[in-house]
């Protein structure tokens, strides 16, 4: 495990309130690195050595204070409770005090819009994949100029990869998030998932490309929001949706696997399909589903108002 600053961490941490309690939890998470269930508590004096704290009235002060919520004691000694976990989950992806640097790096891949190069650019923890000639799809504020997707990736995993293999890593993951909450379920907390269609009723791009009512190229959007956690993501309805997963997203017959396949499918499978149903005519139905038909015209499919792939 690296062992960044945890100065920064610190302040939004602020009821750890010491870097020698982020030490604890560090070398309580090395010692239990595996998965499945964790029986061996750490004995207080290997603790005290493997955090290198000397002086032995500070470190059990402030093992007292990690002790109940975050640290468990038990007859062999200490180990993590899950919050102590998740705190030192949340550090080594550097969700709280990390950033990576990545600037507008071209990656292979075309626009589906427009057919012009994409770039990927990386801020706020998101990776967003943007077109270097059109408004994108996406118009918001926090998205950069030309986004097309915009995916929630841990600085960690950015720092570790180049551009073409993070972008089509992001979007394999995309693809996989969304499958379970198109079925209903937050994989994060195990929440139930409201899916819905977010339809704009007034939709015009006009000549920027971008609609200023709903801030994006597309009428039609699936919108995913977890009940409990509050995790949300936006999706083509069609997009990681497992109803469609036999459906021929290009529309012409050239497909002939499942939609999420392993590595056979081609890791830039998922940015194709996406892409490809964004070309997919929308035609709103009076029982309030969708109908969508592929340009070749032939093979339509329909979505209910809460995502389900209904004919
Ligand atoms: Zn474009
Ligand atoms: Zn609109
Ligand atoms: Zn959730």
Redesign the pocket.
């Known amino acids: 495990m690296s062992d960044p600053s945890t100065e920064p961490a610190e302040a939004a941490f602020s009821f750890l309130g010491d870097g020698l309690r982020l030490a604890i939890l560090r070398a309580l998470a090395e010692r239990e690195a595996r998965a499945g269930p964790r029986e061996d508590a750490m004995a207080y004096s290997d603790l005290r050595r493997a955090v290198g704290e000397r002086d032995s009235g500070k470190f059990s002060y402030h093992l007292g204070k990690l002790t109940g919520r975050f640290v468990e004691k038990t007859p062999e000694g200490y180990r993590l409770r899950e919050p102590g976990r998740e705190t030192v989950r949340l550090l080594e992806r550097g969700v709280v005090d990390g950033d990576a640097d990545l600037d507008a790096a071209p990656v292979a891949a075309?626009?589906?819009?427009?057919?012009?190069r994409?770039r990927v650019t990386y801020g706020d923890h998101h990776l967003f994949a943007c077109?270097?000639?059109?408004?994108?799809l996406f118009g918001a504020d926090e998205c950069p100029e030309?986004t097309?997707t915009g995916i929630v990736l841990p600085p960690a995993v950015v720092e570790d990869l180049d551009p073409t293999p993070l972008f089509e890593r992001a979007h394999r993951v995309f693809e996989r998030r969304l499958r379970p909450m198109f079925e209903g379920v937050c994989l994060e907390c195990g929440g139930e998932v409201d899916g819905r269609l977010r339809r704009c009723p007034d939709h015009d791009p006009g000549p920027s490309g971008i609609c200023p009512e709903c801030e994006t190229a597309s009428p039609l959007l699936a919108e995913l929001v977890c009940e409990t956690c509050g995790r949300g993501r936006v999706s083509h309805p069609l997009f990681g949706n497992p109803g469609a997963d036999d459906v021929d997203a290009t529309g012409d017959g050239t497909w002939t696997g499942p939609a999420v396949a392993g590595d056979a499918g081609g890791t830039a499978a998922a940015w194709d399909r996406f892409g490809s149903f964004l070309a997919w005519t929308p035609t709103a139905r009076e029982d309030g589903a969708v109908a969508f038909d592929p340009p070749s015209g032939d093979g339509q499919v329909v979505v209910s108002p809460d995502l389900r792939v209904i004919e």
């Open positions: 075309r626009c589906p819009l427009c057919d012009a994409v077109c270097s000639e059109c408004a994108g030309g097309v």
